[in-house]
């Protein structure tokens, strides 16, 4: 005889289960309400700490770029701002058409001039540059003042573009570290002009439009446009303070004398393109007229929090922060001169953003 069980008391067994223990569809709806509930606490805080990553990351990149910038500064007493036209390297000369914040150093870029035009594409276009002309497409990344500091055995170049403003190959062999991993927006502004903000999206990135995420400070002018030392007449030109025009000597190495100690610590030299593009209208508190035309604004940072913003300074540290950025400086950092301003701005020292 067969010692399993018979049919009838499986079946007997089944009739004794009682019927309400099974779920219901309201309990079911409540357990499935409960998980949805969960993920939605839980990944924000999974995204947030993989953008934290990032974040480490890019630091850890402008910290380099930092270092590299004081280290060319104690050789040379200044920084690269600008290569002018006519600029001279191994026996090769370069007469780029239009200059960029971004000729320090970085990559040869790959964007085009047509898809560049189709970012603008809802915006007035008049007055625009193609990137074809800039700096950063026609000198060599080897030639570059910063680029040797960072890789003495590296190339840097990539394969000539076919024609102006097509594609071209990136160099693999260039560093990460010019590489934001949050990089989202090639925007530029235009310093002086109207410039729309810049949205996130899926536009390519600033490192494959100008070579490297990370611009020079480029507004520190603005201070030398009303008020330079030693009494002289104010410059008008943007392009003479910072040492563009042929036979101007900028004045890049006025303005850094003495930035030591703790005026280092708060003066911006790099920073990510997204607060780039941020501070080109920041003004003085209590200031609101020329030389700036466009609008002040607050951008979302490229890291995902409005007005946090990476960015370096001169004594080769970087931090990631909150930035007030209708302002030329906050708390713990400036884009300007440190004060006392001279001239034209010194009943704006002491002044505090509100």
């Known amino acids: 005889m067969s010692r399993g069980l018979s049919r009838p008391f499986l079946a007997r067994r089944r009739a004794a289960i009682p019927s309400?223990?099974?779920f219901t569809l309201i309990e079911l709806l409540v357990v499935v309400a409960i998980i949805v509930l969960l993920i939605a606490i839980v990944l924000?805080?999974?995204?947030?700490?993989?953008?934290?990553?990032?974040?480490?990351?890019?630091?850890?990149?402008?910290?380099?770029?930092?270092?590299?910038?004081?280290?060319?500064?104690?050789?040379n007493d200044d920084l690269p701002w600008v290569l002018p036209v006519g600029y001279g390297a191994k026996g090769q000369t370069y007469e780029h058409k239009a200059f960029s914040e971004y000729i320090y150093g970085g990559g040869m870029p790959s964007g085009t001039d047509e898809v560049y035009y189709d970012l603008y594409q809802e915006v007035e276009s008049e007055g625009?540059?193609?990137?074809?002309?800039?700096?950063?497409?026609?000198?060599?990344?080897?030639?570059?003042p910063l680029n040797p500091y960072f890789e003495q055995t590296v190339s840097w170049d990539a394969a000539p573009a076919e024609s102006p403003g097509s594609e071209r190959e990136q160099a693999p062999?260039?560093?990460?570290?010019?590489?934001c991993p949050s990089d989202v927006t090639p925007y530029v502004p235009i310093v002086g002009e109207f410039n729309d903000l810049p949205t996130r999206g899926d536009v390519p990135s600033c490192w494959s439009f100008w070579g490297t995420s990370y611009p020079i400070n480029?507004?520190?002018p603005y201070y030398y446009m009303q008020a330079p030392p030693g009494g002289r007449e104010p410059y008008t030109a943007f392009d003479a303070v910072i040492g563009i025009?042929?036979?101007?000597?900028?004045?890049?190495?006025?303005?850094?004398?003495?930035?030591?100690?703790?005026?280092?610590s708060r003066?911006?030299?790099?920073?990510?393109?997204?607060?780039?593009?941020a501070l080109e209208a920041s003004k003085p508190p209590g200031h609101d007229a020329d030389p700036w035309a466009s609008d002040s604004k607050n951008l979302q940072g490229w890291h995902g929090r409005q007005?946090?913003?990476?960015?370096?300074?001169?004594?080769?540290?970087?931090?990631?922060?909150?930035?007030?950025?209708?302002?030329?400086?906050?708390?713990?950092?400036?884009?300007?001169?440190?004060?006392?301003?001279?001239?034209?701005?010194?009943?704006y020292n002491g002044r505090v953003p509100e």
């Not at 960015?311 to 004060?339: C, E, H, K, M």
């Open 20 to 22: 309400g223990s099974a």
């Open 44 to 75: 924000p805080s999974l995204s947030r700490a993989r953008e934290q990553a990032r974040i480490v990351k890019c630091l850890s990149n402008l910290r380099n770029i930092a270092q590299v910038g004081t280290a060319y500064l104690l050789d």
């Open 128 to 144: 625009r540059l193609p990137p074809s002309i800039t700096d950063v497409y026609h000198i060599p990344p080897r030639h570059r």
């Open 173 to 179: 062999e260039v560093p990460d570290y010019f590489q």
């Open 218 to 220: 480029w507004y520190w």
């Open 245 to 264: 025009l042929p036979n101007v000597r900028g004045l890049g190495r006025t303005m850094l004398a003495g930035k030591t100690g703790g005026s280092a």
């Open 267 to 277: 003066f911006i030299m790099f920073y990510e393109n997204q607060l780039n593009f």
């Open 307 to 347: 007005d946090e913003h990476v960015a370096a300074f001169l004594d080769g540290s970087g931090r990631y922060q909150r930035f007030d950025t209708r302002f030329v400086f906050g708390d713990n950092w400036s884009i300007w001169p440190v004060q006392p301003w001279e001239g034209s701005w010194q009943e």
